[in-house]
């Protein structure tokens, strides 16, 4: 059930919701209110463009009214200047405050992030979240001993044990490779068959690591987890990774650094010029 009501005294009959609806399952019959074609409304994506693009809020949808939209006046949103200005001074922090986040800040940053985009607006995307640093603690240790004993027990591909034998080593020295004594981590999983999983995942924490460095927290992708958890799997039962999910993985918390400027890199991408 679409559930898509036109409010007749506010539609002005613009047709805006007709020509932007990505599957063209909305049409204007004369003078009446736009309406779903009955027989294409299982192919509707419940992306809510028809909610977003009506100026005169005369669309719900799925249950949504606009009235409980955001609205998106002109000047609303952050000027050119001011994103540019995040893209090019976010850093990967590797010191952290030895606190957890304020929940209410991370449950705003989680709402926002469920907006991302995901391939034809799938949303099957889970965000599981160690948000108390006694957990993290206490993950770290585990997997830490687990990759010890594992090591020792020649449990390890040789190919990936070279590789594993650092963060280990270089734990009992007290210096921490993969958690980067970050308190938290986000976790983002997506069921293999998802139509785009993998860029869906990537997406969430891309998003998530500009707005948590927005509000002041720091963040840094966590490839080094990736390693230990094909090298472990086991450990994915800790965090919830059900068999077979895609995952990728973002640690964060507030920074107990500030970096004073931005880095040079605009030369870090090679541009071509496509033209046919
Ligand atoms: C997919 C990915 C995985 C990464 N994994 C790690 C990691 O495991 N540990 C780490 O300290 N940094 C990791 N990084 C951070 C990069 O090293 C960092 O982005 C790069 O050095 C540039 O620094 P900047 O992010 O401060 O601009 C990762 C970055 C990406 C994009």
Redesign the pocket.
């Known amino acids: 059930m679409l559930n898509f009501i036109v409010d007749d005294a506010r539609c002005t009959r613009c047709g805006l919701c007709v020509k932007d609806c990505p599957v063209r399952i909305i049409e204007r019959q004369g003078d009446a209110c736009p309406t779903i074609i009955a027989a294409e409304a299982g192919d509707c994506m419940g992306c809510q463009h028809c909610l977003a693009i009506c100026p005169a809020g005369a669309i719900s949808i799925l249950g949504r009214s606009p009235d409980d939209s955001r609205p998106l006046t002109s000047g609303a949103l952050p000027t050119l200047a001011a994103v540019e200005l995040l893209v090019r001074g976010r850093?990967?922090v590797?010191q952290y405050r030895a606190e957890n986040v304020d929940p209410a800040l991370l449950k705003r940053l989680l709402d926002a992030l469920a907006n991302v985009p995901t391939g034809v607006n799938r949303q099957e995307l889970t965000f599981r979240l160690i948000d108390d640093r006694a957990v993290m603690e206490r993950f770290k240790a585990k997997a830490m001993s687990d990759l010890r004993s594992a090591l020792a027990a020649g449990e390890i591909p040789e190919a990936m044990s070279s590789i594993g034998r650092l963060p280990v080593a270089y734990f009992e020295e007290g210096r921490d490779l993969v958690f980067?004594g970050a308190p938290h981590a986000l976790i983002v999983t997506a069921p293999p068959d998802a139509p785009c999983a993998r860029e869906d995942v990537s997406l969430a924490l891309a998003y998530f690591e500009l707005l948590a460095q927005s509000a002041g927290l720091g963040t840094?992708?966590?490839?080094?987890l990736s390693w230990v958890l094909s090298a472990r799997p086991n450990l994915k039962t800790d965090l919830g990774i059900p068999e077979g999910h895609l995952h990728y993985q973002m640690l964060f918390g507030y920074p107990a650094v500030q970096y004073a400027r931005t880095?040079q890199r605009d030369d870090g991408a090679r541009v071509e010029r496509i033209s046919i």
């Open positions: 850093r990967s590797r980067r840094v992708w966590c490839g080094m880095v």
